[in-house]
């Protein structure tokens, strides 16, 4: 059993030590691992609320798309795509609108922190906030909801948030009266290091305080280090590792022998000077063939765009379905699936063929039946029962289950239906998603069909 893991990565900015050794790193290698099934993408849809520069959107997209592949994201193995290409996200972002108490958004962090500033400066509460900001939680739940991940690995900042992802998913579960949504968990990586950045504070861009990872190259690199502040002890005197920054950046790239030499080198009373220069060839020694991938990809965009592109269709290939079949539950299903049911049902019934179950036994002696259409199209196939009485009992559920209530199961390219959470039929292949999505419809339309005869 695979787990899925699912990320985003909010596109403003350029990414920086921190972010490599706090996100990048520990992400990539979990998405190695044989049980780890990774969604990661690119959050830009988000980085509209922060930002409203069309240039620095679209370079910071570039450059974080380049980032993650140079630093070993390997996209046969993990689903890497752009937010703003699954059109099935803003479409859930709707539906779960909807259901979403205007109370749960008013208690988010990041909006309760901008009406606090406000309050503060004695402006309006509401001033200079967009809908976009005040909505950020249920774009966010609809990224995570949309692919049923299970796992979130995200900073402590975000566990609110995917909180109320969760809320989200339960309500609306509660309301359309079946589990819809996977409740996903936030992972929040203990191990892992946050860096401290050139003053001793947390390596982040809103100190202004950060170690770029590829931006002007080895030079650039070499040269911010050397600013990374120390106290003022001479070459000679002894340094204590363990309130050194540089210590701790150190540790975050060597392996523990090399950190224990680089500790007694400290405390032997190497010069700060000559400490950094150490601590830098530590760092070049694993970033360099890392940005000799990131030059090559970020001078053809094109590649990378086709990365991006072949991610979103394997990303859609979740989403189509999972929103179809919201679709299905919630009333906007296809009208033809309505024609023939409720008021006139009875007359409709008369007017059509209606779809037939057609029974058969196996080699094995078990049996098993299809479902077609009222057009005799196969519909589904059920599994082999040992008993005809349980065969016939499944077949008399489904003449009465009507599509609304089917517990419908969208495969990549196929259909399960289950009964009391159990796996009793297959649809059969489809050709592509389009396809299945259709036949998703004809299947809900027959049960309907049959549930509508069943009543008169
Ligand atoms: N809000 C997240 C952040 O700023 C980024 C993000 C957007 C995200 N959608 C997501 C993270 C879905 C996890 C899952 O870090």
Known sequence: MQTRVLTGI????????????????????????????????????????????????????LEIAATWLAAGLDPNKVTFYLQSDIPEIPELTWLLTCVTAKGLLNRAHAYKASVDKNN????????????????????MAADILAFNAQHVPVGRDQIQHIEMARDIA?????????????????????????LPGLDGRKMSKSYDNTIPLFAGGSKQLRE??????TDSRMP???????????????????SDTESAA????????IGWGEAKQVLYERIEADVAPMRERYEDLIARPA?????????????RAVAGPKIAELRNAIGLRAMSALSTAGGHAKQASKAVKSPRFASFREADGSFRFRLFSAEGEELLLSKSFKDPKAAGAVQKKLKTLGGADAALLALPLSLVLEVEGEAVANSPDYADEASRD????????????LAAQENE
Not at 33 to 43: C, G, L, N, S, Y
Not at 224 to 229: C, E, G, N
């Open 10 to 61: 909010t596109t403003t900015g350029t990414p920086h030590l921190g972010n490599y050794v706090g996100a990048i790193r520990p992400a990539i290698a979990a998405s190695r691992r044989a049980e780890v099934d990774a969604f990661f993408f690119m959050a830009d849809y988000h980085a509209l609320i922060k930002s409203d520069d069309p240039a620095r959107i679209e370079r910071s997209r």
């Open 120 to 139: 503060e400066a004695g402006e309006d509460a509401d001033a200079g906030i967009t809908a976009g900001l005040y909505m950020y939680p249920v774009l």
């Open 170 to 194: 339960q309500r609306f579960n509660h309301i359309y009266g079946r589990d819809f949504f996977v409740l996903p968990e936030a992972l929040i990586e203990e191990q892992v290091a946050t």
């Open 224 to 229: 911010t280090i050397m600013r990374i502040v």
């Open 236 to 254: 000679g005197e002894p340094k204590d590792p363990d309130s050194s920054a540089l210590f701790t950046i150190f540790k975050a790239f060597a």
């Open 262 to 269: 680089f500790r007694r080198a400290l405390e032997e009373g």
């Open 303 to 315: 590649a990378i765009e086709e990365i991006l592109r072949d991610g979103a269709r394997k990303a």
């Open 438 to 449: 259709a036949a998703m419809h004809y299947l809900c339309q027959a049960l309907d069909l």
